[in-house]
């Protein structure tokens, strides 16, 4: 089964947060294996500077 459903229980998918410390641009991904915070992530889009993973959270899924 591809989607498992928890009755009665919250369901939470984690995302990551890139900043570019150059131009302030915030990029929000899904979570990825080994994602930590203040890890190098990607170019920034914008100026060409490495961003870095500024924060990981939970948000809840909405239906
Ligand atoms: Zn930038």
Redesign the pocket.
């Known amino acids: 089964m591809a989607n498992r459903l928890f009755k009665g229980q919250k369901q939470f998918k984690v995302v990551t947060i890139e900043e570019?410390l150059?131009?302030k641009?915030k990029m929000k991904r899904p979570f990825k294996i080994n994602d930590y915070v203040y890890k190098e992530g990607e170019v920034?889009q914008?100026?060409g500077?490495k961003m870095i993973i500024s924060a990981i959270y939970k948000e809840e899924l909405k239906y």
Do not use: F, H, I, W
Request: hydrophobic share 10%; glycine share 0%; aromatic share 0%.
């Open positions: 570019c150059s131009c641009l920034c914008k100026c500077t």
